[in-house]
């Protein structure tokens, strides 16, 4: 039977009509009443074929899963997939789902830009409303741009228009500025990173709770870090899970832990083979909220401090070392650091750490070699780290010629992609 569950995580005793099939749970967002599956599917890492993304076969893995139930589906413009999104939801497809999608603070030079960015993204999917619209990844200078663009006022007034239905966004920054964004609109929903390694960094345990108290819907984006929690186990990671009495993939016990929160939404997956898909189906029937026995948290837990072990730095990301005089991220530097190190995969980490911390800071590069060695961070640091020769190692193994190269032909692509928005946004009015 189709379970509701509210954002206390207590069962409702009526069904949910609206899906195909009963395998589903489904949790309501107390502020708007909307009833979302728990598992949401994350368009960010569509199949690929050739270099490209597979339509046929990501239109089949994304009508599979809506017709099992999953009714919310997240992209983004920066993902460059929203027209073929648009596309998967064809024939009746869209009634299905909530459609989100998100607007990035790096792509608007000019507050009227808000407004023409939109108006392409409901062309993109063919719609004539998003239900779910989210200023994308704010960080301190994101977040300070939006400000300074009105853009609040903005959500106000495409929400009036039935633009949109729900006002949100997404988030990277730290708790201070988490809560602070929070308490600053009328917000429906947020979207943090959060997992079992990540319980602590970003909005953290801490943010996912403010904002469950105060009704909001809260998302999960990265439950298993970008894959790092499912593929290339380290042995001694290993080894804990082997201990366990119920034999779980590690994927499995990722995500069960997210949802283990009462006031996790919605978790999104980034599902691209099928037999994830049917794996994460499964799991969001049966993982109910406070489901895990003590017993399984203290085995997730000992993961966790096995996983920090075996990191070359163990920044816990509390940021206390943070804002650097010289613009350097350095929980940021370090965590990149530290997940080429333990999970392997040197090329994809170099690649995400040049364009996270040369193109996603609004401009201002946040790279660890920018460090001028004032030792401000290290007076702060509760954990006595020697961070700026740690900086030093980071710089010396990540930074080069990708770093160098790739940032300024990222920002030629966004340059040439904000004229296209433009071009389409003149032909559509015209």
């Known amino acids: 039977m189709t379970r509701l569950l509210s954002s206390s995580g207590t069962v409702s005793p009526y069904k949910l009509h609206e899906a195909e099939n009963d395998n589903m749970q489904y949790r309501k967002i107390e502020k708007t009443g909307d009833v979302l599956s728990v598992l949401g599917y994350g368009a960010m890492r569509l199949p690929t074929k050739n270099g490209r993304t597979d339509e046929k076969r990501a239109t089949e893995q994304i009508r599979y899963a809506i017709d099992q139930g999953v009714n919310f589906i997240d992209t983004a413009i920066a993902y460059m997939n929203e027209p073929l999104v648009g596309r998967i939801l064809g024939d009746g497809y869209r009634e299905k789902v909530k459609l989100a999608t998100k607007i990035p603070p790096w792509k608007v030079n000019k507050p009227e830009e808000l407004e023409t960015i939109c108006n392409v993204q409901l062309e993109n999917f063919k719609t004539d409303h998003i239900d779910y619209y989210m200023l994308h990844g704010l960080t301190h200078p994101g977040w300070k741009k939006m400000k300074e663009f009105n853009a609040l006022k903005f959500l106000d007034q495409i929400k009036a228009e039935g633009k949109i239905k729900n006002a949100g966004f997404s988030f990277h920054g730290d708790k201070d500025l988490f809560k602070e964004i929070v308490d600053a609109y009328d917000w429906d929903f947020c979207l943090i990173q959060y997992n079992y390694l990540d319980e602590e960094n970003q909005a953290g345990r801490e943010g996912l709770e403010y904002a469950a108290a105060k009704g909001m819907g809260v998302f999960i984006m990265e439950p298993f870090r970008g894959g790092n929690l499912t593929k290339k186990i380290p042995q001694e990671v290993q080894e804990i899970w082997d201990q366990a009495p119920v034999k779980r993939t590690p994927a499995e016990w990722a995500l069960r832990w997210v949802l283990n929160h009462p006031g996790v939404t919605c978790v999104l997956s980034g599902m691209n083979e099928e037999e994830h898909i049917k794996e994460n189906l499964r799991i969001a029937d049966e993982a109910l909220p406070n489901s895990l026995t003590d017993e399984e948290l203290e085995l997730v837990g000992k993961v966790r401090d096995k996983y920090r072990e075996l990191m070359k730095i163990g920044c816990t990301g509390c940021r206390y070392c943070m804002p650097c ?4 991220d350095i929980a940021r530097c370090f965590e990149s650091y530290d ?16 364009i996270g911390l040369g193109v996603f800071h609004e401009g201002e590069i946040a790279y660890a ?10 007076t702060h640091c509760p954990q006595e780290l020697p961070i700026m020769d740690l900086l030093d190692d980071v710089s010396g193994e990540m930074e080069g010629v990708i770093t160098k190269v790739l940032p300024p032909v990222f920002k030629l692509y966004l340059a040439i992609d904000r004229f296209m928005i433009g071009r389409k946004t003149s032909k559509t009015e015209g």
């Open 369 to 378: 070699s920018k460090c001028r060695k004032c030792g401000k961070c290290e």
């Open 339 to 354: 997940s080429m190190h333990i999970f392997g995969d040197k090329m994809q980490n170099k690649i995400l750490y040049a």
């Open 325 to 328: 005089p010289a613009g350097v």
